[in-house]
């Protein structure tokens, strides 16, 4: 808790993540409340906002659990659902429709214009891989009952149907059908 005169900080009290000012001995809260800093209080290092909705967390200059939950809650309240921990993509189930499925996004992340997080961008890397190194790639979608595991991976088979320079029938459909195999 040394150096921390005169940051943000994030605290979690009452089972919840608040920011605070510190001055090495209080910490002030957003409200007004002033708490005697202690070492029982769970204190991270805040990020400025403008560094907090970024495509990549491990980009995050205070890469701790609360600046993380921040970081999502942006980009989820942007209509972001996807983002970067290292190579891995994460994605948070809006909850309704966003057109970013379309003919227009394979075009764009096909042609490498777009290099955000997205399901497309994992599919055109794979193709990228087998392409450049000629060697099989495999896609992980991992998440828990009812987390989209299967829209997700038909959002991958559909940019690589899309995309796929050889004309193999039915190449989506094929695959999808080994989906009850694997889960």
């Avoid at 972001?80 to 909850?95: E, S």
């Avoid at 497309?120 to 009812?146: H, M, P, R, W």
Wanted: glycine share 2%; charged share 20%.
């Amino acid at each position: 808790m040394d150096n921390m005169n005169n940051i943000d900080v994030w605290i979690y009290l009452n089972n919840s993540w608040k920011i605070a000012k510190c001055d090495n001995k209080n910490l002030f809260l957003e409200n007004g409340e002033i708490i005697k800093l202690n070492e029982n209080h769970k204190i991270f290092p805040k990020n400025e906002k403008t560094n907090s909705d970024i495509n990549n967390l491990i980009d995050l200059v205070h890469l701790n659990e609360p600046s993380i939950l921040y970081s999502s809650f942006l980009r989820y309240s942007n209509n972001k659902i996807y983002t970067f921990t290292g190579k891995i993509l994460l994605a948070i189930n809006p909850f309704k429709k966003i057109d970013i499925y379309n003919e227009k996004y394979i075009n764009q992340y096909n042609s490498l214009k777009l290099k955000t997080p997205h399901p497309y961008l994992i599919s055109q890397q794979c193709l990228d891989n087998i392409i450049n190194t000629n060697k099989n790639q495999v896609v992980l979608v991992s998440g828990e009952s009812g987390a989209g595991k299967t829209v997700t991976t038909k959002f991958l088979m559909k940019y690589i149907s899309s995309v796929s320079k050889k004309n193999v029938t039915n190449l989506e459909k094929k695959i999808l059908a080994s989906n009850p195999i694997l889960e």
